[in-house]
């Protein structure tokens, strides 16, 4: 049998779009994943398609992977539960509303639309949320997705370009243009460890850790709330890199349900819910929106974000392993620079040139002279 | 009190209905036959009436998603069906921060026959005992009647007892948490009553929480007017009115008789009862009650004589159900012959599956669809005893046994050696054996895998059809992909039917392990966390 192009390791939003993109491209392709397409971080994650920017890097990979996500819209079937839902980024007091205006100038800059609500413009666009707060941004071209459901898809378009998928095959080790699984060493051309928060197993070295993280889900309650709804506090809490902590995010899905998160911690691979920090992000969310109290919550899960030091993914050449490739470390933004990801990595693999410069990324960054980890 | 009458606006239109139903048997009465409007767009209606299935959610007074069956008729309430669930009317500080701290010696979860009978035996034995029931009086599904209605005869004098014994009972209790305290040597349990948050210390923990119906997928299965066997015979026990109904039994089990017997006695013309184990399994296992249990035989051919005229069909089962909109048929096969048979009513169950999730998430060992516990009652978990159907289902008089032995354990005033102990222990081992012989006597029969095909709907909460939940390859990746047991029932429907259809074990069981509001979940765990930071100050 021939050797494929590329192996592809871990079939998640990341794994999936890197073939996507490769079998697109003309390369043989075989994904391999321990478990099933879109089962592991993916599964756990919220699917906000949402521009960052808390460096210009993040902003330059987050905006094309919207743009990206925003141009498959059309072909996205209904399993996958896109919405163009923009996003609400909250101010709650008058020091944020100065927050709102400089992300504003940021995002204007780079030409992404965004509009500046105030107080009373806050209330009118979500009726549910408390008196009181000041204003928020609104970036109108935020999406959602159900992101196991758009791995699948994701997969899928692979398999029409002749990808091929095993599941439930754990890959044990990666070497040399080469895995080795239970049934055996498997050769390719390359191979692209996008293994999630598993990564840094596959490629000792590789600076990625678990970041755990709780979601709650409601029952349906349609028209309750339309944006994704996430706090400015969120820049502040989110990136701190000690213990536990919180940040309201609620998102409405397309079922009616309402989807609410944030917490963050570094406890490794403990699954278990954490009530007390499950409890100070429900009350985080209170604060915003004591509506959502009474919200019958349906069903409580966790998931661990694969962080790196510098929130930036890990995309590009491993060059201590020949023929090893890195898509990993999307920490809370697998889903939006999925497909960014997977369009620099393939980029690189031809040897074309990228639309954004794809250094800030590159998992040697850690080596480099000045690397910060 | 159950004489009275109460005052109802239904859909905005006043009408009465009989004090003391519940809101699914009044809505029953007043000719409506459907609650709520699924993820597909199907009128959907009671299917379990126990609380499990979540199909007749209605909006009362404003609250969307309550159940009708757990939800007794109250003077001037406001109830709404086949409405849009908008988030609630009220306030929402009544959810938030109004936790009841509670401590004891004893919790037991479960007010049927093994709760009642270990609350009294642990009270008795001097334990502070806390009994959390979910339904609106003691009795478990068996002893289910309408609020304020008299307890039947074999129950009553239990209840009395447990009046008697000082352990306190909180009603329409709905746990939907539990775990170890912290630091260790106790239990946590939250549960939600009405509008309060109870967060419940207890030093041990008798889990009661009795067995759910078994149903199994087949097309129709959602039209309003087909149920569960149980679920007919609960909706009736509520106060629903079933004279004048065409109804049809089907299923397997023991079970069936009694729904029959129910339905014969609440006046539906009772067209057959289609039981899907062989006769010659019947046969044997009639041989083996003769010999060994003489009074479980004589039970059975009395509820059989309350419906002699109707035809009692070994080896079929249902095939499908037709109707536009509502029931108007069912069709049954052997395998071979496929008749149809009008009805309004299909009362349809295989059997009973024990309630786990509460022993799951306490991390007790379970095997083959049960709780495994010691000759005391005791799990795997030290400080939880499990009781009656928890255990395997085995009926009213292993419960009962089961529970006494329980609670006398959870209280610490076991004596293994005593006559009554060793009557207790008896009871108890004739009636797990018993309960063996039926399992097999009613296994499901293969072929029951094949009623289910075709575009039939697996999960009701989510309306994942058959062929979309076949592709995958296991409960996670169908959950994922088909939402199949993403909804308010948590998978308790189609987990089972899942496990018998593709041998797919459930998914992880996380808490809520039932519906709560998050006002609640950030109360009673806050409430843990500042218990927790107070206990390890006191500590240090």
Sequence with gaps: MPHPDLIVVGAGIVGAACAAEAAAAGLSVEVLDSGFAGGGTTAAAMGHVVVMDDSEAQLALTALSRRLWTELASELPASCEDERTGTLWIAADEDEIELVRRKAAVHRARGIAVEELDAAALRDAEPMLREGLAGALRVPDDRVVYPPNAARWLLERAEARDAVRREREPVAAIGDRRVETASGTRHAGAVVNAAGAAAAALTPGLPVAPRKGHLVITDRYPGFCRHQLVELGYLKSAHGRSSESVAFNLQPRRTGQMLLGSSREFVGLDARINRPLRARMIGRALQYAPAIARLSAIRTWVGFRPATPDNLPLVGRWETVPGLWIAAGHEGLGVTTALGTARLLVDALLGRTSEIDPSPYSPMRAFAPGGHW | ?540
């Design chain 2, 1 to 540: 009190m159950t004489s009275g009458r109460v005052r109802l606006r239904l859909n905005g239109r006043s009408t009465e209905a009989e004090a003391g139903v519940t809101v699914a048997a009044a809505l029953a009465n007043a000719g409506m036959a459907g609650c709520r409007i699924s993820a597909s767009g199907e009128v959907r209606a009671p299917l379990c009436a126990m609380g499990v299935c979540w199909e007749c959610r209605v909006t009362v007074d404003g609250e969307p998603h309550v159940r009708a069956c757990m939800t007794v008729v109250r003077d001037g309430m406001e109830v709404e069906t086949l409405a849009a669930p908008r988030a609630s009317r009220r306030t929402p500080d009544d959810a938030v921060g109004n936790v009841e701290p509670i401590s004891c010696d004893v919790a037991v979860v479960g007010g049927g026959p093994a709760g009642v009978a270990a609350a009294c035996r642990a009270a008795e034995s001097g334990a502070r005992v806390v009994l959390l029931d979910e339904g609106p009086a003691p009795g478990g599904q068996i002893y289910r009647r309408r609020s304020g209605e008299a307890a039947p005869e074999a129950f009553a004098s239990w209840l009395d007892r447990l009046n008697r014994s000082g352990a306190s009972v909180v009603r329409g209790a709905a746990v939907y948490d539990a775990f170890a305290s912290t630091p260790p040597g106790g239990w946590r349990l939250s549960a939600r009553a009405d509008e309060r948050v109870l967060a419940l210390a207890a030093a041990r923990v008798v889990l009661a929480t009795g067995a759910r119906e078994r149903f199994l997928p087949f097309p129709g299965w959602t039209l309003p007017g087909v149920m569960g066997a149980a679920g007919a015979q609960a909706l009736w026990k509520s106060g629903a009115r079933l004279a004048g109904r065409v109804a049809v039994v089907a299923g397997t089990g023991p079970l069936l008789l009694a729904a029959a017997a129910s339905l014969a006695k609440a006046g539906a013309r009772l067209e057959l009862v289609a039981e899907q184990a062989r006769a010659r399994s019947l046969a044997r296992l009639a041989a083996r009650l003769g010999a060994s249990s003489p009074a479980r035989l004589v039970e059975a051919a009395g509820y059989r004589a309350s419906f002699i005229e109707t035809p009692y069909l070994p080896g079929w089962w249902v095939a499908e159900a037709r109707g536009r909109g509502t029931l108007e048929a069912v069709v049954l096969t052997d395998g071979e012959r496929v008749v149809e048979v009008p009805c309004d009513l299909a009362a349809v169950g295989y059997g009973l599956v024990p309630n786990l999730e509460l022993p799951v998430l306490l991390g007790c060992e379970t095997r083959r669809g049960a709780a495994v516990v010691t000759g005391d009652q005791a799990s795997s978990v030290p400080g939880i005893f499990c009781a009656g159907e928890t255990c395997g289902v085995a009926g009213v008089e292993v419960a009962m046994a089961e529970g006494e032995i329980a609670g006398a354990a959870a209280a610490q005033a076991w004596r293994a050696g005593d006559t009554n102990s060793r009557r207790l222990v008896r009871v108890r081992d004739t009636g797990r054996r018993l309960a063996l012989a039926m399992d097999r006597a009613f296994a499901l029969r293969p072929e029951l895998r094949g009623a289910a095909s075709g575009d039939a709907i697996v999960c009701r909460c989510e309306d994942a059809s058959f062929p979309a939940v076949a592709r995958c390859a296991g409960a996670r990746e169908a959950k994922l992909a088909t939402r199949a047991g993403m909804g308010p029932c948590q998978g308790r429907v189609c987990g089972p039917a899942l496990e018998f259809l593709f041998g797919w074990d459930s998914d992880t069981v996380r808490p809520p392990v039932q519906p709560a509001t998050l006002g609640a979940l950030a109360a009673a765990d806050d409430a843990v966390a500042a218990n927790g930071r107070k206990t390890s100050e006191e500590s240090a």
